[in-house]
């Protein structure tokens, strides 16, 4: 509930978000598309379609339903469907302990050695 009352509330997302499938259907440049580095667009998004320069930049709000659904499926059947994606057959405390896993994922990138062989516990 904490969770749901940020997202509508100080977070934010709510405003792109929204409705049952929690996206606006709409376009954002949210500056992924930037390269920091060149100070250039390395994605027009949205503009390579429409070639309009309002849409410079901008990329199409995804719901935030079920991502982890349609990996458990194998992703949605199609002539171009790459073989990396397979039926899963993930229990649902199997993906809670992916969703855990990849909370851990947020944070500084560190270059901690890797302990040496043998030295873990058994
Ligand atoms: C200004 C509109 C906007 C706001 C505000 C916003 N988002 Fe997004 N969100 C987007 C767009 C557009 C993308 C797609 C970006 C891309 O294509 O790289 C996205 C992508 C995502 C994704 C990736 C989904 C996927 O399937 O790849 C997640 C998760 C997400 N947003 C969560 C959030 C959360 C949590 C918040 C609030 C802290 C938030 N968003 C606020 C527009 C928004």
Same mark, same amino acid.
């Given at each position: 509930m904490k969770g749901m009352e940020? !997202?509508? +509330? %100080?977070? &934010?997302?709510? /405003?792109c978000h929204?409705? !049952?499938n929690f996206t606006d259907e709409m376009y954002h440049n949210l +500056? @992924? +598309?930037?390269?920091?580095?060149? %100070?250039?667009?390395?994605?027009? =998004?949205?503009?390579? @379609? /429409?070639e309009k320069d309002? &849409?410079? $930049?901008q !990329? %199409? /709000?995804? /719901?935030?339903r079920d991502v982890m659904v349609l990996y458990n499926?194998? =992703?949605? *059947?199609?002539?171009?469907?790459?073989? %990396?994606?397979?039926?899963?057959g993930l229990r $649902?405390?199997?993906?809670? *302990?992916? @969703?855990?896993f990849m909370y851990a994922l947020t944070g500084p990138v560190t270059n901690a050695e890797p302990p040496a062989a043998g030295s873990l516990p058994k």
């Open positions: 940020l !997202f509508e +509330g %100080k977070a &934010n997302c709510a /405003t929204v409705s !049952f +500056g @992924v +598309g930037w390269d920091a580095k060149t %100070k250039k667009l390395a994605d027009q =998004g949205r503009s390579d @379609v /429409t309002a &849409n410079r $930049g !990329f %199409k /709000t995804p /719901t935030l499926r194998g =992703g949605n *059947a199609n002539p171009g469907l790459d073989p %990396k994606m397979k039926p899963l $649902g405390d199997e993906i809670d *302990a992916l @969703v855990a």
